[in-house]
Each structure stands twice: as structure tokens, then as C-alpha cells.
T-cell receptor, first 114, second 116 residues
């Protein structure tokens, strides 16, 4: 069974600084997707970034980028130039090519300070 | 497009009561799913459906029933509510996943359920 582990329950960063959130996963499969979701206080789940495992190039979306290490089964999220609006829970998630199921980590609460 | 809608936003039940959480989407998505979110547990899959008439169990299905009679709607039923079902419930939808590029799951705003 696949598992997703986020070992940092809480993180904090000052506005305009860079922060990295960690995620590791366990799977025996070779083809899968990885995701980072953001959940602000409004509770809405928002997709931040997606990585397909067969792609070696790390995904980037504006200030958000990932460091995907397939052999190490690691998928960290880097937020550059942090903004107050980045304050939220961040969830890492895994999905196999063979199923339709998203497996979530337990989340990291990020606080951005002015 | 309204996206994924959920009703109600909040609900308080007594132990043993039944209720249905509603979920609807207007994006013609084949795949719909229900998750529950508990503190320190992330989101866990309860039930999912890959199309009308097809449902399957997720990670934590006990105590919940689902049906999918139309593409648009995917209600979640609690037959006899228990305090352990106190949680925030999310519905999500997407095009059929598994090997497709169109696999972003769109989430509803959530329903906060308290069972006393």
C-alpha cells in the first residue's frame, strides 16, 4: 500500500523569504503522480503543483517549485518570496496510474510572518 | 460553472440519527469521491465513483453509503451517526484519472459535521 509522510507538522517563514516543505512517499509502482495542495483558513482545497513521475524535470508554477527525487521517493515543495497569503495547510498527495485514489499526507501548517 | 457544490456547510446530529450530505458538480466529470478530514490525519478517502452506477470503497468506508444515479450527483449517507464520524467532509470530482492528463481533482467547500 502507498503511504505519504509529511514530517513537519508546522513551519514558519518571514515574508519574502524562501521555505521548503518536505514530503516522502512509499510505493512499489513506477508510474504515478504527485501533488501539493494548499488549504487556507477558508478550508478550500487548492491544487498548487503537480509532478508526473516519468518526467525528470521538476515542476514549477510561478513562486512554487518542487524537488522531485524519484529514487529517494522524496517530493519537497519550495515557496519563494513567501507572501502572507501563503499561510495555509499544505498537503502532499500521491496517485498511482493504476488507480483513481488520492493518498494524502497529514499536512504541514505554514505560517508566514510579516 | 458552479464547480463542486456541497450542502449543508454545517450540520449537528445526535448519535443514531441519519442524514445525507449532498454533492453536485456541473463539469461533466466522470470521477467523484468523498473524503473526510480529521486533525492530524490529512484527508482519507471514504467512497468513490468512476461513473453513474459505479461506486467503490475507499480507505474508511464503514458507516457510510453512496450511490451514483446521475453523473452530476454523488450523495453520502450516514445511516446511524456516531461521534467518531465528527469530521469535515469533502467531495471532489475530476475527469477519469489513471493515466490521463486531465486528472486534477476539484474540491467542494466542505461540510463540517458534528455528532453529539
Amino acid at each position: 500500500a502507498q503511504t505519504v509522510t509529511q514530517s513537519q507538522p508546522e513551519m514558519s517563514v518571514q515574508e519574502a523569504e524562501t521555505v521548503t516543505l518536505s514530503c516522502t512517499y512509499d510505493t512499489s509502482e513506477n508510474n504515478y503522480y504527485l501533488f501539493w495542495y494548499k488549504q487556507p483558513p477558508s478550508r478550500q482545497m487548492i491544487l498548487v503543483i503537480r509532478q508526473e513521475a516519468y518526467k525528470q524535470q521538476n515542476a514549477t508554477e510561478n513562486r512554487f517549485s518542487v524537488n522531485f527525487q524519484k529514487a529517494a521517493k522524496s517530493f519537497s515543495l519550495k515557496i519563494s518570496d513567501s507572501q502572507l497569503g501563503d499561510t495555509a495547510m499544505y498537503f502532499c498527495a500521491f496517485m498511482s496510474y493504476n488507480t483513481d485514489k488520492l493518498i494524502f499526507g497529514t499536512g504541514t501548517r505554514l505560517q508566514v510572518f510579516p | 460553472n458552479a464547480g463542486v457544490t456541497q450542502t449543508p456547510k454545517f450540520q449537528v446530529l445526535k448519535t443514531g440519527q441519519s442524514m445525507t450530505l449532498q454533492c453536485a458538480q456541473d463539469m461533466n466529470h466522470e470521477y467523484m469521491s468523498w473524503y473526510r478530514q480529521d486533525p492530524g490525519m490529512g484527508l482519507r478517502l471514504i467512497h468513490y465513483s468512476v461513473g453513474a452506477g459505479i461506486t467503490d470503497q475507499g480507505e474508511v468506508p464503514n458507516g457510510y453509503n453512496v450511490s451514483r444515479s446521475t453523473t452530476e450527483d454523488f450523495p453520502l449517507r450516514l445511516l446511524s451517526a456516531a461521534p467518531s464520524q465528527t469530521s469535515v467532509y469533502f467531495c471532489a470530482s475530476s475527469y477519469v484519472l489513471a493515466g490521463s492528463s486531465y486528472n486534477e481533482q476539484f474540491f467542494g467547500p466542505g461540510t463540517r459535521l458534528t455528532v453529539l
